[in-house]
C-alpha cells in the first residue's frame, strides 16, 4: 500500500516537473532562500495547525468513550476537525512553486508540494470518515499512515531543498517533522469512538450518541 502511494506521488511529480515554468528571469541566491523558507514556514503552520486540531478531537473522543464528554462535545470537536482538514488542504492547494528557480531547488519543491498535498487531502478524507460507521477503525488508521508516508516524503524532500540552499547543514541532521510539531497521530482513536459509541447506547460503531 505504501509503495503505491509513493508511486502516485512520483508520477505526478513527474507529470509537474515536466510541466514546469523555465522561461523566468533565474532568481538570486537570496530570492532561493527566501523561496525555500517561506514554504518551509507554511508548511509547519499547517503541521501545528493539524495537530492542534487532532489532539483536541483525539481529547475529546477518549472523554466520550469513558462518558465525560457528551455527543455535541464530540460533534463540535469533530467539526472543527473536519473543517480544519479541509482548510489546510485547500490553502496547500493555493501554493504555487516559481518556475525562476534552479531545477534541482524547483524539482524538490514540487515534489515536496505535491507529497504535502496528498498528505492533507487524505487527511481531510479520514477527518470525514472519522465517525461514519461505513469505516471501521482500521481502514481509517490506514488513511492516516498512508497520509503520514506521504507527510514524511515531502518533509524529506524539504529538507533537502534546505539543506541544497544553506539554510540547513547535514549537522543539523534532517528532523522528520516540520515546524515545532510532529506529525498528526497517524493512530488517532477511532476504536475510542468504536467502544465509546456502544457504551450506555445502542449506537451503531462509529455514530456519535447524544
Known amino acids: 500500500m505504501r ?22 528571469e533565474p532568481a538570486s541566491h537570496e530570492e532561493v532562500q527566501n523561496t525555500v523558507l517561506n514554504f518551509y514556514n507554511e508548511m509547519s503552520k499547517f503541521d501545528e495547525m493539524g495537530k492542534t486540531s ?16 457528551t455527543g455535541k462535545e464530540l ?24 518556475g525562476s528557480l ?29 465517525v461514519s460507521p461505513d469505516v471501521t477503525a482500521e481502514e481509517f488508521n490506514a488513511m ?22 544553506g539554510l540547513i547543514t547535514s549537522e543539523d541532521g534532517l528532523q522528520t517533522s516540520v515546524g515545532t510539531g510532529t506529525e498528526a497521530d497517524a493512530g488517532t482513536k477511532k476504536d475510542a469512538a468504536d467502544a465509546g459509541s456502544n457504551t450506555g447506547s445502542e449506537s451503531a460503531p462509529g455514530t456519535i450518541a447524544d
Open 102 to 130: 534552479p531545477d534541482t531547488i524547483e524539482t524538490l519543491l514540487r515534489e515536496s508540494f505535491i507529497a504535502f498535498k496528498s498528505a492533507y487531502d487524505l487527511k481531510e478524507q479520514a477527518s470525514k470518515s472519522a
Open 144 to 165: 492516516n499512515q498512508q497520509a503520514d508516508v506521504a507527510m514524511l516524503y515531502g518533509i524529506s524532500k524539504l529538507n533537502e531543498a534546505r539543506l541544497e540552499v
Open 54 to 69: 487532532l489532539e483536541n478531537f483525539n481529547a475529546t473522543l477518549t472523554s466520550y468513550s469513558t462518558g465525560q464528554a
Open 3 to 24: 509503495q503505491a502511494l509513493l508511486a502516485g506521488v512520483l508520477f505526478a511529480v513527474l507529470v509537474l516537473s515536466a510541466c514546469g515554468n523555465n522561461s523566468a
Open 75 to 98: 460533534q463540535k470537536a469533530l467539526d472543527q476537525f473536519q473543517n480544519t482538514a479541509s482548510e489546510i488542504s485547500d490553502q496547500v492547494s493555493g501554493i504555487k512553486i516559481s
